[in-house]
Structure formats: C-alpha cells, structure tokens
C-alpha cells in the first residue's frame, strides 16, 4: 500500500505566525485529501486536492502529484486552528484512504 | 456539505459484551461506507469497506469474524464489536463519499468504545 510521512509530527506555534506542514507519499496517487481533527474527534474536511493549488481563507493546498508531496499553509495561525492534521492519499478503487502519521499543532496566544 | 452522524457517541461495556454502532449518511445516498479505528495519539487505520448489499471487505489483520459489518440500506453502515475485550477500546470512525463528489469523503464524529 501507500507510505504516507508527515513532518513535523509536532508544532507549536505562537498565535499570528505562518506555518507549513508537509505529506510525502510513495506512490501515484488520483485522491488526496487534509483534514483537521479538533479535539472531539471530529474529522474536518479541509481541501480535496489530488494535484494543483487551492486556498480557503488563511489555509491553502498545494499537491505536486509529480513528485508525490502535498503541503499545507496556515497563515496567520489562530488558537483554534489547533488540532491533528492529517493527509489522506488513495489511489485504490473504490475511495480509499491511506492516512499519514499527523501533525501535531498547538497555537499559542 | 454532506453530513454523516455515528450512535453512540461513547459507551462503556462490559467484557465478553457485543456492541453495535450505527453510521448514518443524512443528506445522500452511499453504496461505499469505510470504518477506521483510531488509538490515543495514533493515526486513522482503515478496518473495512463497507459495501450496500454485498459483503464487507476487510483490510489484511481485521478480524471479519469479530467486527461484523452490515450495510443494509444506502444510508446505514453498522460495525458491530463481538465479544468485546479491553484491547477493543478504541475510537471508531466511520465515513462515506456522496456520489458525484469527486471522491471527496466525510466523516461521522466518532465512537469512543471503553470495554472494561
């Protein structure tokens, strides 16, 4: 199946900083998505984004399926963006998703 | 945005016990639901593919005969723990992908399962 590695694995971040999180994965891929888990659990959708660039206000995607590596901007960080991010490639039939290890962030005010 | 709700919550059981958790699609119809199970500060691990009408299929490691699926309906997955021990304790999250939707999935809010 797909290797999938995050990094940082954990980050602390002071409230207003920018910050980049980074998924590599091993094999081609025609799915990936990010997700935000807050700390009920709940899993938040944050981009669908196989390949290509997209923006949603202070967060933004950016896949190069190329080179098989996805990464995640926060801008100008909020205490609520605190939380697990995951990445989620798939290339098997049928939807499904490989998650990687996480990033851990925690915005300090 | 498409919205996919998990029953129970949480629950606590007794050892030996079954347990059955329900995940609902409530705003589209879903021939493919996937159930994960989630540890304290681990990652999400795919359990199974839950398939409307068909049989479950189980990730390599997933016991079938201890965690039964059944997906009667386009809108309803049910896991059900058999014999639940305290290493079964576990977040369980289930998620579903509306049709048309790029593969895009959603997912429940989870169940968190204490077996003592």
């Known amino acids: 199946g797909i290797q999938v590695e995050q990094s940082p694995p954990d980050l602390i971040l002071q409230e207003g900083a920018n910050s980049t999180l980074r998924c590599n994965f091993s094999?081609?891929?025609?799915?990936l998505q990010w997700f935000h888990q807050n700390p009920w659990g709940q899993l938040i959708n944050l981009f669908y984004?196989?390949?290509g660039t997209k923006q949603n206000g202070r967060l933004s995607a950016t896949t190069v399926a190329t080179e098989r590596y996805s990464l995640l901007y926060i801008s100008s960080s909020q205490t609520t963006d605190s939380g697990v991010y995951f990445c989620?490639?798939?290339?098997?039939?049928?939807?499904?998703?490989?998650f990687g290890g996480g990033t851990r962030v925690l915005v300090k005010p | 945005g498409a919205v996919v709700s998990q029953h129970p919550s949480r629950v606590i059981c007794k050892s030996g016990t079954s347990v059955k958790i329900e995940c609902r699609s409530l705003d589209f119809q879903a021939t493919t639901m996937f159930w994960y199970r989630q540890f304290p500060k681990q990652s999400l691990m795919l359990m199974a593919t839950?398939?409307?009408?068909?049989?479950?299929?189980?990730e390599q490691g997933v016991e079938k005969d201890k965690f039964l699926i059944n997906h009667a309906s386009l809108t309803l997955s049910t896991l059900t723990v058999t014999s639940a021990h305290p290493e079964d304790s576990s977040f369980y999250i289930c998620?579903?992908?509306?049709?048309?939707?790029?593969?895009?999935?959603?997912f429940g809010p989870g169940t968190r399962l204490l077996v003592l």
């Open positions: 998620s579903a992908a509306p049709p048309g939707a790029r593969e895009t999935q959603y």
């Open positions: 094999d081609s891929v025609n799915n």
């Open positions: 984004i196989p390949s």
């Open positions: 839950s398939n409307e009408g068909s049989k479950a299929t189980y």
């Open positions: 989620a490639p798939g290339r098997a039939a049928g939807n499904k998703l490989t």
